[in-house]
DNA sequence: CCATTAAACACCC
DNA sequence: GGGTGTTTAATGG
């Protein structure tokens, strides 16, 4: 018995006070995908269709330069959305989205997502809250990476994920890997593996096998190496 | 020089 | 087999 993606969406918070006029149209028009480890989810320049939220898995967000290099945005876990921007703005993707893990995705059309915006305050405030939080993640992302300081980028991506903001509910563990952290922040794995025992040294977080566990949320965002 | 990294390694779940 | 922790040699500022 798995999770449908239209139970995924209806599970949260935000669509609790959905009328049964909304929901109705959300059984019929919202999809679900599968997509294997290392696949795109989401590409640079292409036609946004969906709105999309992780059911489960792990995708990170990056964008590319002209020389190949990438700068990571972030990482998304179960229970993110994404695309919104793209999609209010009806501009084609901005990032690219790989899946690091077996994903799932559910997928809501572009026109269902700008109708419930209209539609439904509730919704509304969500996606409001949810850019004005990613638009802080991403200025302490830039402040991140000028100071590009190992620890302090880990430090960053692993508080991002358990943000209260993005992922109401968020339980302090979650499972992931240090190669799956490697990606996220851009750092490479012995440097991660280092961050992660000064960290855990410091108290803020404890490390278990291919898990984390924050202790202490504001400490680890206040941390600057 | 020093710090960082990729590659290879041996342990442990 | 995959995740983890360490060592090594190569690399780059």
Redesign the pocket.
């Given at each position: 018995m798995t999770t449908t993606a239209l139970d995924h969406l209806l599970g949260m918070p935000w669509a609790s006070a959905f009328t049964a006029a909304q929901r109705e149209r959300l059984a019929r028009e919202v999809l679900e995908r599968e997509v294997p480890a290392g696949t795109a989810v989401c590409r640079h320049g292409l036609t946004v269709n969906y709105w999309k939220g992780v059911i489960g898995g792990l995708v990170k967000l990056s964008v590319e330069g002209s020389d190949g290099r990438t700068s990571t945005l972030t990482g998304l876990h179960a229970g993110a959305w994404f695309g919104e921007g793209p999609v209010l703005r009806a501009q084609p993707w901005e990032y690219d989205g790989v899946a690091l893990?077996p994903t799932r995705l559910a997928l809501v059309p572009r026109a269902t997502f700008l109708w419930l915006v209209r539609e439904s305050p509730g919704f509304n405030d969500f996606v409001l809250g949810q850019l004005a939080e990613r638009l802080a993640q991403f200025v302490a992302i830039i402040e991140a990476e000028r100071l590009a300081?190992?620890p302090v980028r880990v430090v960053r991506s692993l508080a991002w994920l358990f943000n209260p903001v993005l992922y109401p509910g968020q339980s302090p563990r979650l499972d992931?890997?240090?190669?799956?952290?490697?990606y996220l922040s851009?750092?490479?794995?012995?440097?991660?593996?280092?961050s992660?025992?000064m960290l855990e040294r410091a108290g803020l977080l404890a490390?278990?096998?291919?898990?984390?566990e924050v202790l202490d949320l504001p400490g680890l965002l206040a941390f600057k190496g």
């Open positions: 893990r300081n190992a992931l890997t240090q190669q799956e952290i490697a851009g750092v490479t794995r012995q440097r991660v593996n280092q992660l025992r490390t278990g096998y291919g898990s984390v």
